[in-house]
């Protein structure tokens, strides 16, 4: 069968337009995406980014840190470079680290950033924040390539993802029911079984301790997710507290060594959760003095509800005189107000995601 001219040029047009289209993915991901830009500025370098925002626990833009950590590292995949992210300190001028080359980018609130003369801001990468370079040609790059994500369904799942409403008792209460708890539920889940725990009841820890937020910091300097201390960090050779899964694997690491030395007490294992949070919280050794004095009270030093319960003793000076109790007083409020609080969000996570 013989085709007319006509249709051998349809059918080679049709050839022609299949394989610019497979072509494509391949030419994206062998270049950077810099349009027009002659040099590339990141590609095959280590770059610091430093993320300069407000503690955003109780933001009203959502998880910012997490948001904007989250497309860094889709930055440095799309640019083929290294980077290394860091929360701004407060005691240190990251404008000057920019202009003087010990940091690359800056995410900056656009409000803030607009009173710092001299800096190269970006367009919008979501609804008030910028990231700020030192190099014209940086900031072209970088421009180009939010122009592109922003036009992705990535960039919308992500934001989806990270701007919604975390808050257990108020979706709870809304009746709403989800798959998701957070942003982070993918390595809950992993950190979790590694605990034998339901993961639900992890991220209520998570929840408990930080809100989700990837930069929160205590005022004794505990950071992150699982609010872990630099030196807890250490001991488990974990050195990015930033990074989400860093910190809950370190958290859990912690976790997982407390709950050893009440895995063969002969306890629930619910009751195991309680202790292991409360030494999480206060500390192994008021717990340790807790059940001690618990056993010379006879009281079941293997029940929460029972150490609940002779805490109040432990607040007086005659506690001091105990030689069951190493450590002092123990006010223990903190601590009983912690687990409540722990639980209660586990509850309403449940009612949320009520199936594991």
């Known amino acids: 069968m013989k085709f007319s001219e006509k249709r051998k040029r349809r059918v080679r047009n049709v050839i022609i337009s299949m394989l610019i289209i497979c072509a494509m993915p391949l030419l994206e991901n062998g270049r950077p995406l810099s349009g027009a830009i002659t040099e590339d500025f990141f590609s095959g370098k280590e770059i610091v980014c430093a993320i300069d925002l407000c503690d955003d626990m109780y933001g009203a833009h959502g998880l910012e840190t997490g948001f904007n950590y989250h497309l860094l590292n889709k930055f440095a995949e799309d640019n083929r470079c290294d980077i290394r992210i860091v929360?701004?300190?407060r005691k240190e001028n990251w404008i000057d680290s920019l202009q003087q080359g010990r940091a690359d980018i800056v995410i900056m609130h656009d409000e803030e950033a607009?009173?710092?003369p001299q800096l190269n801001l970006s367009r919008h990468i979501d609804d008030c924040t910028?990231?700020?370079?030192?190099?014209?040609?940086?900031?072209?790059?970088?421009?180009t390539w939010i122009s592109h994500i922003t036009s992705m369904d990535y960039y919308k799942d992500a934001k989806d993802t990270y701007r919604r409403t975390f808050n257990p008792y108020k979706r709870a209460e809304r009746g709403v029911r989800s798959k998701t708890l957070s942003p982070y539920d993918e390595i809950i889940r992993k950190y979790a079984s590694e605990l034998g725990w339901d993961w639900r009841m992890l991220a209520a820890v998570i929840y408990q301790e930080s809100k989700f937020s990837i930069n929160s910091t205590s005022h004794r300097g505990a950071k992150g997710l699982m609010q872990v201390m630099p030196q807890t960090a250490s001991h488990y050779e974990i050195d990015d507290l930033l990074?989400?899964?860093?910190?809950?694997k370190a958290g859990t690491k912690h976790?997982?060594?407390?709950?050893?030395?009440?895995?063969k007490s002969g306890m629930e294992n619910s009751e195991m959760v309680k202790f292991t949070l409360a030494a999480y919280n206060a500390g192994e050794g008021r717990i340790a003095d807790c059940r001690r004095f618990a056993e010379t009270m006879e009281t079941d030093k293997n029940s929460w509800e029972?150490?609940?319960?002779?805490i109040p003793l432990m607040r007086e000076d005659s506690i001091l005189q105990e030689e069951s109790v190493k450590l002092g007083k123990f006010e223990g409020y903190e601590t009983i107000a912690y687990i409540d609080s722990i639980m209660s969000i586990y509850e309403?996570?449940?009612?949320i995601c009520p199936n594991t």
């Open 306 to 310: 029972s150490i609940v319960s002779i």
């Open 255 to 263: 976790l997982k060594r407390l709950q050893r030395l009440y895995s």
């Open 114 to 116: 607009r009173e710092t």
């Open 87 to 89: 929360s701004a300190s």
């Open 130 to 143: 910028v990231w700020a370079v030192k190099e014209e040609g940086q900031l072209h790059q970088i421009n």
């Open 348 to 351: 309403a996570f449940c009612r």
């Open 243 to 248: 990074d989400p899964e860093q910190n809950i």
